[in-house]
Protein backbone atom coordinates (compact mmCIF):
# COMPACT_ATOMS: atom_id res chain seq x y z
CA UNK A 1 0.00 0.00 0.00
CA UNK A 2 1.06 3.59 -0.94
CA UNK A 3 -0.36 6.96 -1.06
CA UNK A 4 -2.61 7.62 -3.73
CA UNK A 5 -1.90 9.06 -6.79
CA UNK A 6 -2.77 12.26 -7.50
CA UNK A 7 -5.99 13.21 -9.51
CA UNK A 8 -4.39 14.66 -12.11
CA UNK A 9 -3.02 11.90 -13.48
CA UNK A 10 -6.95 11.00 -14.35
CA UNK A 11 -7.01 11.27 -17.72
CA UNK A 12 -3.10 12.02 -18.33
CA UNK A 13 -1.56 10.79 -21.55
CA UNK A 14 -0.68 7.03 -20.34
CA UNK A 15 -4.18 6.83 -19.76
CA UNK A 16 -5.67 8.49 -23.15
CA UNK A 17 -3.05 5.55 -24.90
CA UNK A 18 -4.04 2.50 -22.76
CA UNK A 19 -7.84 3.52 -23.78
CA UNK A 20 -7.16 3.89 -27.39
CA UNK A 21 -5.30 0.83 -27.57
CA UNK A 22 -8.22 -1.16 -25.54
CA UNK A 23 -10.53 0.67 -27.86
CA UNK A 24 -8.71 -1.02 -31.14
CA UNK A 25 -8.24 -4.20 -29.58
CA UNK A 26 -12.21 -4.91 -28.35
CA UNK A 27 -13.59 -3.87 -31.57
CA UNK A 28 -15.67 -7.25 -32.97
CA UNK A 29 -16.21 -8.12 -36.41
CA UNK A 30 -18.70 -10.35 -35.63
CA UNK A 31 -20.21 -11.36 -39.37
CA UNK A 32 -19.35 -10.25 -42.78
CA UNK A 33 -21.22 -12.47 -45.08
CA UNK A 34 -20.56 -10.75 -48.25
CA UNK A 35 -16.83 -9.51 -47.53
CA UNK A 36 -17.72 -6.11 -47.05
CA UNK A 37 -15.14 -4.87 -44.45
CA UNK A 38 -12.64 -3.64 -44.98
CA UNK A 39 -14.65 -0.82 -47.30
CA UNK A 40 -13.45 0.33 -50.61
CA UNK A 41 -15.43 3.11 -52.15
CA UNK A 42 -15.39 4.05 -55.54
CA UNK A 43 -14.71 7.40 -57.60
CA UNK A 44 -17.01 10.21 -55.88
CA UNK A 45 -18.64 7.16 -53.40
CA UNK A 46 -20.26 8.19 -50.36
CA UNK A 47 -21.29 7.09 -47.24
CA UNK A 48 -24.46 7.45 -45.50
CA UNK A 49 -23.94 7.61 -41.61
CA UNK A 50 -27.05 7.17 -39.66
CA UNK A 51 -27.02 6.71 -36.00
CA UNK A 52 -28.97 7.45 -32.82
CA UNK A 53 -28.91 10.83 -30.72
CA UNK A 54 -27.06 8.84 -27.74
CA UNK A 55 -28.71 9.24 -24.51
CA UNK A 56 -28.52 8.44 -20.92
CA UNK A 57 -30.06 4.64 -20.32
CA UNK A 58 -29.35 3.95 -16.97
CA UNK A 59 -29.54 6.89 -13.65
CA UNK A 60 -25.56 6.67 -14.04
CA UNK A 61 -25.11 7.71 -17.65
CA UNK A 62 -23.57 10.62 -19.11
CA UNK A 63 -23.98 9.72 -23.04
CA UNK A 64 -26.23 12.38 -23.56
CA UNK A 65 -23.26 15.07 -22.78
CA UNK A 66 -21.56 13.23 -26.01
CA UNK A 67 -20.97 13.82 -29.48
CA UNK A 68 -20.60 11.18 -31.84
CA UNK A 69 -18.38 12.60 -33.73
CA UNK A 70 -18.10 9.50 -36.16
CA UNK A 71 -18.95 11.35 -39.18
CA UNK A 72 -16.07 13.82 -38.49
CA UNK A 73 -14.02 10.98 -37.61
CA UNK A 74 -14.52 9.33 -41.00
CA UNK A 75 -14.39 12.69 -42.96
CA UNK A 76 -10.86 13.52 -41.77
CA UNK A 77 -9.95 10.20 -43.21
CA UNK A 78 -11.07 11.69 -46.84
CA UNK A 79 -14.49 9.70 -46.93
CA UNK A 80 -16.96 11.65 -48.03
CA UNK A 81 -19.57 11.06 -45.03
CA UNK A 82 -23.72 12.23 -45.33
CA UNK A 83 -24.70 12.24 -41.77
CA UNK A 84 -28.43 11.05 -40.74
CA UNK A 85 -29.27 11.58 -37.10
CA UNK A 86 -31.70 9.36 -35.56
CA UNK A 87 -34.30 9.49 -32.69
CA UNK A 88 -33.26 6.64 -30.34
CA UNK A 89 -36.44 4.74 -31.30
CA UNK A 90 -37.22 6.01 -35.10
CA UNK A 91 -40.94 5.81 -36.22
CA UNK A 92 -41.74 3.93 -39.66
CA UNK A 93 -42.18 6.71 -41.48
CA UNK A 94 -39.23 7.83 -40.38
CA UNK A 95 -37.20 4.64 -40.91
CA UNK A 96 -38.56 4.57 -44.42
CA UNK A 97 -37.55 8.18 -45.02
CA UNK A 98 -33.82 7.10 -43.81
CA UNK A 99 -34.01 4.61 -45.75
CA UNK A 100 -35.33 6.12 -49.19
CA UNK A 101 -32.44 9.06 -48.12
CA UNK A 102 -29.60 6.44 -48.27
CA UNK A 103 -30.40 5.03 -51.77
CA UNK A 104 -28.31 6.97 -53.26
CA UNK A 105 -25.28 6.07 -51.10
CA UNK A 106 -22.49 3.67 -51.97
CA UNK A 107 -21.98 2.65 -48.20
CA UNK A 108 -24.73 2.83 -45.59
CA UNK A 109 -23.42 2.39 -42.26
CA UNK A 110 -25.87 2.25 -39.27
CA UNK A 111 -25.10 2.47 -35.64
CA UNK A 112 -27.46 1.50 -32.81
CA UNK A 113 -27.23 2.28 -29.13
CA UNK A 114 -29.61 0.02 -27.83
CA UNK A 115 -31.97 -1.91 -30.65
CA UNK A 116 -32.69 -4.52 -28.36
CA UNK A 117 -35.04 -2.14 -26.24
CA UNK A 118 -35.96 0.12 -29.24
CA UNK A 119 -37.73 -1.86 -31.85
CA UNK A 120 -37.21 0.95 -34.27
CA UNK A 121 -33.32 0.73 -34.62
CA UNK A 122 -33.51 -2.65 -35.44
CA UNK A 123 -36.54 -2.15 -38.18
CA UNK A 124 -33.98 0.37 -39.18
CA UNK A 125 -31.77 -1.51 -39.69
CA UNK A 126 -33.14 -4.44 -40.96
CA UNK A 127 -35.08 -1.83 -43.74
CA UNK A 128 -31.36 -0.54 -44.53
CA UNK A 129 -30.34 -3.93 -45.09
CA UNK A 130 -33.26 -5.13 -46.93
CA UNK A 131 -32.67 -2.12 -49.67
CA UNK A 132 -28.58 -2.96 -50.34
CA UNK A 133 -28.34 -4.49 -53.50
CA UNK A 134 -25.62 -5.12 -55.51
CA UNK A 135 -24.31 -2.01 -55.84
CA UNK A 136 -24.11 -0.60 -51.99
CA UNK A 137 -23.08 -2.12 -48.82
CA UNK A 138 -24.86 -2.07 -45.40
CA UNK A 139 -22.67 -2.29 -41.59
CA UNK A 140 -24.65 -1.89 -38.78
CA UNK A 141 -22.46 -0.75 -35.79
CA UNK A 142 -23.64 -2.27 -32.16
CA UNK A 143 -22.01 0.76 -30.71
CA UNK A 144 -22.91 -0.41 -26.58
CA UNK A 145 -24.46 -3.82 -26.44
CA UNK A 146 -22.96 -6.82 -28.66
CA UNK A 147 -27.22 -7.82 -28.34
CA UNK A 148 -28.11 -5.34 -30.89
CA UNK A 149 -26.09 -7.67 -33.55
CA UNK A 150 -28.68 -10.19 -32.81
CA UNK A 151 -31.43 -8.26 -34.10
CA UNK A 152 -29.84 -7.27 -37.37
CA UNK A 153 -30.24 -9.31 -40.52
CA UNK A 154 -27.75 -12.44 -41.61
CA UNK A 155 -26.83 -11.03 -44.57
CA UNK A 156 -24.81 -7.79 -43.51
CA UNK A 157 -21.94 -6.70 -41.96
CA UNK A 158 -21.77 -6.42 -38.01
CA UNK A 159 -19.32 -5.04 -35.79
CA UNK A 160 -19.25 -4.35 -32.25
CA UNK A 161 -17.31 -1.16 -30.30
CA UNK A 162 -18.64 -1.62 -26.62
CA UNK A 163 -19.16 2.14 -26.20
CA UNK A 164 -19.36 5.55 -27.48
CA UNK A 165 -16.76 7.20 -26.23
CA UNK A 166 -13.98 8.72 -29.00
CA UNK A 167 -11.54 6.00 -28.44
CA UNK A 168 -14.05 3.21 -29.38
CA UNK A 169 -15.30 5.85 -31.85
CA UNK A 170 -12.20 6.70 -33.03
CA UNK A 171 -11.10 2.66 -33.49
CA UNK A 172 -14.26 1.86 -35.34
Request: some cysteine; hydrophobic content about 45%; aromatic content about 4%.
Amino acid sequence: SGEAPPLEIVGCGDHRALARDIARASVTLVSDPRATLPLHLGAGGRVALIAPVPLDLTPAETSSYLQLGLAQRLRDRGVAVDEFVTPIDPTPAEVAALAGAARTHEVVLVATIDAVTFAGQAGLVGELAAGAGDRRSCVAVALRSPYDVGRYPASIAALCTYGIQAPQIEAL
